[in-house]
Structure formats: structure tokens, C-alpha cells
């Protein structure tokens, strides 16, 4: 039962353009949500996240967007810069005996071209 | 900060062997961390939550005498991979749970590739 699903495996955007990545979940317990963005052989590095109390968070280039109505959450880049090329994860806390646990997504692969 | 490292990154062994993962935060103390198994292509799977002077907690369908977990420090929690096999062969990354402002925040190893052939 994949909890945090992210269904596009790949996305591939102009330099400059903005890129858009989407995740699903459907647990309504989750509380805390992540993006991660991680290099083949590496871990994972925390890129923004968001509490369920609020609907956007910023930081930068990256901005998070909140829809718990429709259990959605998506990552804006904008612009997007060749340097961004990587898998991006998703993942969800939920709180109570739970809390601290992630559950990813899938990942999705984003490549930006110059 | 908030730096945690993996040993050793890359690790080939027979099978039938035993295999030994570090977690080690290097720049904070963390009394929770969390092992993860990522096939390729696929996402990251928790498998068992290790919290420094108690049992690790085991995820289900984790085998627990086959995936030791010791977490024997406030900054060292090991993986013990027993009797490993080829369908052992994965990326296992470790994340310590660090407490930032009455929030706690994980942060991710570098992983381990482990091959067994």
C-alpha cells in the first residue's frame, strides 16, 4: 500500500522555465511533509518542507504548495537551473507513536536541459 | 553541521557472510535514527527505527534477526546484514533525527552500496 505516491517517474524542463513536481498521499494522519532531493549514490538532502497547518511555504527558488482537501502537495522551482537535475522524493510524518518515521514516494527524476 | 556519515560506503561480500553498516552523527547527538533500503529505481523503505539504549523497532515484513540493528551510543547505531545473500544486494542509508527548536529534523547518510555475490 503505497501511502506517498508520486506519479510521474521523470520531468524535463528548460533552464529558466519552471519545473513542477507533484505527490500524492493518502494517509490522513500525516501532519509534516518533506521534499528531498538526492544524486544517484547518495543520501537524500532535506530541500523545504511543510506543516499541515499551513497551505505554501517558501524558501528561495523552491516553494512548497499544500492541498489537504485533495491530499496533494507539489514542489515549484522556479527558474530552474541545470544544477537541479536529480531524483526528488517526497515524504510524509505522521505524528503520535509515529512520529519521526518518513514514508517516501517514489521519487521523480528531473532533468533540466540548458 | 548536523553531519552524519556512513561506513563503509561500499561494501562486496560472498554470500553466507556478515556484513557491518555504520551511522555515525557526527556533529549532534541522536537518540533516534532510522534505516532505510532503497532498490534501484525505487523509493526509500524504512526498515527498522533504532533508538540508542533499547531495542530497534522492526518494520513489517523486516526480518529481524537477519537485519541487526545496535545502537550502542548517542552517535553510533550499526546494521548487521547476518548469512547475506544476492537478494541482500542494495543501498542502505542511514538518517539521525537531530531535536532543532522543539522540532525534530533527520538527516540522511551518504548510504552504503552493498553487493553480494
Do not use: E, I, M
Given at each position: 500500500d503505497q501511502q506517498v505516491k508520486q506519479n510521474s517517474p521523470s520531468l524535463s524542463v528548460q533552464e529558466g522555465r519552471i519545473s513542477i513536481l507533484n505527490c500524492d498521499y493518502t494517509n490522513s494522519m500525516f501532519d509534516y511533509f518533506l521534499w528531498y532531493k538526492k544524486y544517484p549514490a547518495e543520501g537524500p538532502t532535506f530541500l523545504i518542507s511543510i506543516s499541515s497547518i499551513k497551505d505554501k511555504n517558501e524558501d528561495g527558488r523552491f516553494t512548497v504548495f499544500l492541498n489537504k482537501s485533495a491530499k496533494h502537495l507539489s514542489l515549484h522551482i522556479v527558474p530552474s537551473q541545470p544544477g537541479d537535475s536529480a531524483v526528488y522524493f517526497c515524504a510524509a510524518r505522521a505524528g503520535?507513536?509515529?512520529?519521526?518515521k518518513l514514508t517516501f514516494g517514489q521519487g521523480t527524476i528531473l532533468t533540466v536541459h540548458p | 553541521g548536523a553531519v552524519v556519515s556512513q561506513h563503509p560506503s561500499r561494501v562486496i561480500c560472498k554470500s553466507g557472510t556478515s556484513v557491518k553498516i555504520e551511522c555515525r552523527s557526527l556533529d549532534f547527538q541522536a537518540t533516534t535514527m532510522f534505516w532505510y533500503r532503497q532498490f534501484p529505481k525505487q523509493s526509500l523503505m524504512l526498515m527498522a527505527t533504532s533508538n540508542e539504549g533499547s531495542k530497534a523497532t522492526y518494520e513489517q515484513g523486516v526480518e529481524k534477526d537477519k537485519f541487526l540493528i545496535n545502537h550502542a551510543s548517542l552517535t553510533l547505531s550499526t546494521l548487521t546484514v547476518t548469512s547475506a545473500h544476492p537478494e541482500d544486494s542494495s543501498f542502505y542509508i542511514c538518517s539521525a533525527m537531530e531535536n532543532r527548536g522543539g522540532y525534530n529534523e533527520q538527516f540522511f547518510g551518504p548510504g552504503t552500496r552493498l553487493t553480494v555475490l
Open positions: 503520535g507513536t509515529s512520529y519521526g | -
